[in-house]
């Protein structure tokens, strides 16, 4: 048995933190905010509770199901028929099917043709060896011709990495691609998944089951530092002083972890220093009418500084209200990424009208602003060989995040994969 600190109370913290537990170890989780979840806490949204971050399942996500059934959440996952809509140039259209694409007036048959055959492709591949090195944008312009990037990805990539759009690798966008396109009843039927009462319900359990086991979690109480002596963990810095801990997991953001790290060698900081992250301003409105029937918005209209809007409402039922979740996701540099909770909320209050004028001011019953400093990795081609080993040579550390999961993308479902494995490698 070992004493082992998790620094981070997000869903892939608990997780570590629950299989460390029933692999016998002793374990105390930090957590500098005063709840956990992380990116997958709720908060009360005038009487709805809800994710600060949307948050859907699809059927590839085994190891989040995996944990579910273990902790007795198995029949909390729910099923839901959702759909994509287009929003292009002032019109909104249905997406995201091959009746929808040959119907869409935006592309040609041809460039058609190619897109839908690039979704074929990337839904059946599962070799990701040839992506890695490749950039995204050229992958996708090589397969579906000028056209088709421009209407369907240019602004996507433009809107969610600004400048680093030519550094994102073809293998990790392959992933999200086959992740959403993978998730179908059939060809015709995108499904998607919930948990019952949200992301918080997962969140709720993994708690109750690792005070069960007599771990501990300490709230409000951010690690300052990763003690590091002779090429060995000896445990963490708190406002409580050093604590002492046979082995330590940082499952916080990189950016956040290099900070904490400063006891290693230089060349090796320097590596997780080098990571980009960028941040996200996450919009929620709650409102009287729905925005759309879709799950999903694509958006490519030159009035909308946005790549897309989630209407979360249509996949988990949230009673009578609708919930429209609008992400600008950005570098930390943008100069948006400073602007007040007003400008947001004025911004995406004439979005959400521009796409459905039914929308009157009355309809507008709540809002909130979300913000992350590090929301999403920057995952270039060749990324492995830009990030450090999750065990980076130093005894009883492992340091991970969402980069980890490479090339898949962020999803709770990896981060309970990665769980698993640390936890035992820590056994082993
Ligand atoms: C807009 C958005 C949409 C998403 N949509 C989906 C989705 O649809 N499906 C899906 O599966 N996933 C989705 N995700 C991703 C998912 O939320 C994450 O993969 C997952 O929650 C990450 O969990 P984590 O534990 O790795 O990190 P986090 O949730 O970031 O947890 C890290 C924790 O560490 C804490 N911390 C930071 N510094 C310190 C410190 N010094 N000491 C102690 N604690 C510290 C933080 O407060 C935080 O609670 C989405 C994320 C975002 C932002």
């Given at each position: 048995m070992k004493q082992v600190a998790v620094i981070g109370a997000g869903a892939m913290g608990l997780a570590t933190a629950y299989f460390l537990q029933q692999q016998g170890h002793q374990v105390t989780v930090f957590e500098s905010d005063s709840i956990p979840g992380g990116m997958a806490a709720h908060f009360d949204f005038a009487g709805i509770s809800i994710e600060r971050f949307y948050h859907f399942v699809c059927k590839a996500d085994r190891p989040l199901f995996d944990l579910l059934d273990q902790i007795g959440l198995g029949d909390a996952l729910q099923w839901r028929d959702t759909s994509m809509g287009f929003y292009f140039n002032g019109t909104l259209y249905p997406w995201g099917d091959p009746f929808a694409l040959l119907r869409f007036p935006g592309l040609g048959l041809i460039a058609k043709l190619r897109y839908g055959l690039h979704a074929f492709v990337a839904t059946r591949r599962s070799d990701w060896s040839r992506l890695d090195g490749l950039q995204a944008d050229r992958w996708l312009r090589t397969w579906l011709g000028a056209e088709a990037y421009r209407v369907c990805w240019e602004k996507l990539f433009h809107y969610k990495f600004f400048e680093y759009q030519e550094r994102i690798s073809a293998a990790w966008i392959w992933t999200r691609i086959k992740r959403i396109g993978t998730s179908r009843r059939s060809l015709f039927q995108e499904q998607l998944g919930y948990i019952e009462g949200g992301s918080e319900t997962l969140i709720r359990r993994l708690v109750e089951r690792i005070d069960d086991q007599g771990g501990t979690i300490h709230l409000g109480t951010p690690v300052q530092r990763i003690v590091i002596a002779d090429g060995a963990v000896t445990g963490v810095l708190t406002h409580d002083g050093h604590q002492p801990f046979d082995a330590v997991i940082s499952t916080i953001a990189i950016p956040y972890a290099a900070a904490l790290?400063?006891?290693?060698p230089p060349a090796l900081l320097a590596r997780y220093q080098a990571l980009p992250n960028i941040g996200v301003v996450c919009v929620v409105h709650k409102l009287?009418?729905?925005?759309?029937?879709?799950?999903w918005l694509n958006i490519n209209d030159p009035?909308?500084?946005?790549?897309g809007v989630v209407e979360f409402s249509n996949l988990r039922p949230t009673g009578t209200d609708h919930i429209v979740y609008v992400p600008y996701y950005m570098?930390?540099?943008?100069?948006?990424?400073?602007?007040t909770d007003a400008r947001f909320l004025d911004e995406t209050r004439r979005y959400l009208q521009l796409l459905n004028?039914?929308?009157?001011?009355?309809?507008?019953?709540a809002a909130r602003v979300g913000r992350l400093r590090y929301a999403q990795p920057v995952c270039g081609p060749g990324f492995l060989k830009d990030l450090p080993p999750?065990?980076?040579?130093?005894?009883?550390l492992q340091v991970a995040d969402t980069s980890y999961y490479y090339p898949e993308d962020r999803g709770i479902a990896e981060g309970v994969r990665l769980a698993r494995a640390m936890a035992d490698a820590v056994h082993d």
């Open positions: 790290l400063t006891d290693l009287r009418k729905p925005l759309t029937s879709h799950f009035r909308f500084e946005i790549p570098p930390q540099t943008h100069p948006k990424f400073t602007w004028p039914d929308l009157s001011a009355n309809d507008f019953l999750l065990t980076p040579g130093i005894a009883g």
